[in-house]
Protein backbone atom coordinates (compact mmCIF):
# COMPACT_ATOMS: atom_id res chain seq x y z
CA UNK A 1 0.00 0.00 0.00
CA UNK A 2 1.33 3.11 -0.86
CA UNK A 3 0.90 6.97 1.21
CA UNK A 4 1.53 10.22 -1.08
CA UNK A 5 3.10 12.65 1.30
CA UNK A 6 2.57 16.25 0.53
CA UNK A 7 4.26 19.28 1.84
CA UNK A 8 3.00 22.92 0.80
CA UNK A 9 3.28 26.77 1.21
CA UNK A 10 0.41 28.09 2.61
CA UNK A 11 -0.05 29.77 -0.93
CA UNK A 12 -0.35 26.20 -2.58
CA UNK A 13 -2.97 25.60 -4.85
CA UNK A 14 -4.99 22.55 -5.73
CA UNK A 15 -3.00 22.67 -8.99
CA UNK A 16 0.33 23.21 -7.11
CA UNK A 17 -0.34 20.21 -5.04
CA UNK A 18 -1.08 17.72 -8.73
CA UNK A 19 1.47 18.91 -10.58
CA UNK A 20 4.06 17.39 -7.46
CA UNK A 21 1.60 14.78 -6.89
CA UNK A 22 1.72 13.72 -10.68
CA UNK A 23 5.19 13.74 -11.05
CA UNK A 24 5.82 12.20 -7.85
CA UNK A 25 2.90 9.17 -8.11
CA UNK A 26 3.51 8.01 -12.06
CA UNK A 27 3.18 4.27 -12.31
CA UNK A 28 2.53 3.77 -9.00
CA UNK A 29 -1.11 2.97 -7.69
CA UNK A 30 -1.82 5.08 -4.40
CA UNK A 31 -3.56 4.59 -1.17
CA UNK A 32 -3.82 7.39 0.72
CA UNK A 33 -2.61 11.22 0.96
CA UNK A 34 -1.02 12.54 3.78
CA UNK A 35 0.31 15.79 5.23
CA UNK A 36 0.96 17.56 8.60
CA UNK A 37 -1.63 18.20 10.93
CA UNK A 38 -1.85 22.09 11.12
CA UNK A 39 -2.71 22.09 7.53
CA UNK A 40 -6.06 20.30 7.87
CA UNK A 41 -8.36 22.38 6.70
CA UNK A 42 -6.51 24.16 3.66
CA UNK A 43 -8.68 24.75 1.01
CA UNK A 44 -6.40 23.89 -2.00
CA UNK A 45 -5.75 20.10 -0.27
CA UNK A 46 -9.46 19.63 0.67
CA UNK A 47 -9.89 20.62 -3.00
CA UNK A 48 -7.08 18.04 -4.27
CA UNK A 49 -8.12 15.24 -1.72
CA UNK A 50 -11.48 15.21 -3.48
CA UNK A 51 -10.06 15.87 -6.91
CA UNK A 52 -7.89 12.34 -6.79
CA UNK A 53 -10.79 10.69 -4.66
CA UNK A 54 -8.40 9.24 -1.67
CA UNK A 55 -8.43 9.50 1.62
CA UNK A 56 -6.38 12.01 3.69
CA UNK A 57 -4.06 11.23 6.56
CA UNK A 58 -2.63 13.96 9.21
CA UNK A 59 0.37 13.17 10.68
CA UNK A 60 1.37 14.87 14.22
CA UNK A 61 4.06 17.71 13.45
CA UNK A 62 5.98 15.75 16.19
CA UNK A 63 5.67 12.55 14.53
CA UNK A 64 7.72 13.79 11.44
CA UNK A 65 10.99 14.28 13.46
CA UNK A 66 11.15 10.76 14.20
CA UNK A 67 10.91 9.92 10.12
CA UNK A 68 14.64 9.74 8.09
CA UNK A 69 13.69 11.25 4.98
CA UNK A 70 15.98 11.48 1.96
CA UNK A 71 16.13 15.56 1.22
CA UNK A 72 16.45 18.25 3.16
CA UNK A 73 15.04 21.46 3.18
CA UNK A 74 16.03 24.35 5.68
CA UNK A 75 12.55 25.81 6.16
CA UNK A 76 11.11 22.43 7.13
CA UNK A 77 13.91 21.52 9.15
CA UNK A 78 13.54 24.77 10.97
CA UNK A 79 9.43 24.34 11.46
CA UNK A 80 9.04 20.72 11.72
CA UNK A 81 12.33 19.10 12.73
CA UNK A 82 12.13 17.25 9.76
CA UNK A 83 14.00 17.54 6.17
CA UNK A 84 11.10 16.70 3.92
CA UNK A 85 7.23 17.47 5.16
CA UNK A 86 6.25 15.61 2.36
CA UNK A 87 8.79 12.18 2.70
CA UNK A 88 8.38 12.28 6.65
CA UNK A 89 4.62 12.65 6.27
CA UNK A 90 4.35 9.30 3.72
CA UNK A 91 6.46 7.32 6.11
CA UNK A 92 4.84 8.12 8.87
CA UNK A 93 1.22 7.68 7.91
CA UNK A 94 2.58 4.43 6.25
CA UNK A 95 4.12 3.13 8.98
CA UNK A 96 1.01 3.76 10.68
CA UNK A 97 -1.79 2.72 8.16
CA UNK A 98 -0.10 -0.49 6.54
CA UNK A 99 2.55 -1.69 9.47
CA UNK A 100 6.26 -0.79 10.05
CA UNK A 101 8.81 -0.61 8.04
CA UNK A 102 7.29 1.58 5.44
CA UNK A 103 10.07 2.76 2.97
CA UNK A 104 10.30 5.66 0.85
CA UNK A 105 10.00 5.08 -3.39
CA UNK A 106 11.84 7.76 -4.02
CA UNK A 107 12.70 11.27 -2.90
CA UNK A 108 10.23 14.42 -2.55
CA UNK A 109 9.15 15.80 -6.04
CA UNK A 110 8.38 19.77 -6.27
CA UNK A 111 5.74 21.53 -8.66
CA UNK A 112 7.11 23.88 -11.04
CA UNK A 113 5.60 26.95 -9.00
CA UNK A 114 7.84 25.40 -6.36
CA UNK A 115 4.63 25.58 -3.34
CA UNK A 116 3.79 22.51 -3.11
CA UNK A 117 6.40 19.06 -2.60
CA UNK A 118 4.89 15.17 -2.79
CA UNK A 119 6.79 12.22 -1.77
CA UNK A 120 5.41 8.54 -1.72
CA UNK A 121 6.35 5.74 0.87
CA UNK A 122 5.36 1.56 0.65
CA UNK A 123 4.19 0.67 3.88
CA UNK A 124 6.01 -2.75 5.65
CA UNK A 125 4.61 -5.83 6.74
CA UNK A 126 2.32 -6.44 9.83
Not at 7 to 35: C, I, P, Q, W, Y
Amino acid sequence: MIVAGLGFSSAATADSLRKAFEVATANHDVTALATVADKEGHSALTSFAEEVSLPLHFVAAADLADQRTLTCSTRSRATYGTGSVAEASALAAAGELFGSGARLLSPRQISDDRLATCAIAIGGQT
